[in-house]
């Protein structure tokens, strides 16, 4: 067996690596909200997700706090659809450590990110981000689109993965007619 064979049965069970987590998340409690680091925590779905160990590649360890939000009180005024206290975000927890990432490092551009981990409180991602001026990245054929203008600041515009799957861009057809071209083309009639 290979070593991808043995780390995707490794994923699979979880039981195996609950107290590498349990540790692992006590440490990262105590860093920053927005860490660079070295080598992939999961280093299948970073290789599934177009990370390489080479120059330009850099990843980024995300927190974001999770949990329901809520509106802010309103005082005055008609309150027949403001009256609800939960606030339903527009994005999703995965998207926001994205847009995170990307501010916390101006001149990389987001590629992909992953789920690392959770508790009560906090949700892990780690972000794969790329230096479009790298001469590695710009002679790379399969990597060199993202060198593009067209794809400048992607993940601010909801063209990564997480951001198209949160502006519910996976579904064609039928169920699906008001979220193309947007939602706001739409009038936010879509979702």
Same mark, same amino acid.
């Given at each position: 067996?290979?070593?991808?064979?043995?780390?995707?049965?490794?994923?699979?069970?979880?039981?195996?690596?609950?107290?590498?987590?349990?540790?692992?998340?006590?440490?990262?409690?105590?860093?920053?909200?927005?860490?660079?680091?070295?080598?992939?925590?999961?280093?299948?779905?970073?290789?599934?997700?177009?990370?390489?160990?080479?120059?330009?590649?850099?990843?980024?360890?995300?927190?974001?706090?999770?949990?329901?939000?809520?509106?802010?009180?309103?005082?005055?005024?008609?309150?027949?659809?403001?009256?609800?206290?939960?606030?339903?975000?527009?994005?999703? $927890?995965?998207?926001?450590?994205?847009?995170?990432?990307?501010?916390?490092?101006?001149?990389?551009?987001?590629?992909?990110?992953?789920?690392?981990?959770?508790?009560?409180?906090?949700?892990? $991602?780690?972000?794969?981000?790329?230096?479009?001026?790298?001469?590695?990245?710009?002679?790379?054929?399969?990597?060199?689109?993202?060198?593009?203008?067209?794809?400048?600041?992607?993940?601010?515009?909801?063209?990564?993965?997480? *951001?198209?799957?949160?502006?519910?861009?996976?579904?064609? *057809?039928?169920?699906?007619?008001?979220?193309?071209?947007?939602?706001?083309?739409?009038?936010?009639?879509?979702?």
């Amino acid at each position: 067996m290979g070593l991808y064979k043995y780390l995707k049965e490794l994923n699979r069970n979880k039981e195996k690596i609950k107290p590498l987590m349990k540790s692992r998340l006590i440490t990262w409690r105590r860093e920053n909200a927005v860490v660079k680091i070295e080598k992939p925590t999961n280093l299948l779905a970073a290789r599934s997700l177009g990370y390489r160990a080479k120059k330009g590649i850099i990843l980024a360890r995300v927190r974001v706090k999770r949990g329901g939000k809520q509106r802010p009180h309103i005082k005055k005024g008609r309150r027949s659809r403001h009256k609800r206290q939960k606030f339903v975000m527009g994005k999703s $927890f995965q998207w926001i450590a994205e847009e995170r990432a990307a501010k916390h490092f101006p001149s990389l551009e987001v590629l992909n990110s992953y789920k690392i981990g959770k508790d009560g409180q906090r949700y892990w $991602f780690e972000v794969i981000l790329v230096d479009r001026n790298n001469p590695s990245i710009k002679n790379d054929p399969k990597l060199n689109w993202i060198c593009r203008p067209a794809n400048k600041e992607r993940v601010f515009r909801g063209l990564t993965s997480a *951001g198209r799957k949160s502006r519910g861009l996976l579904s064609k *057809g039928k169920g699906a007619e008001k979220i193309r071209p947007s939602l706001r083309a739409n009038l936010g009639r879509g979702k």
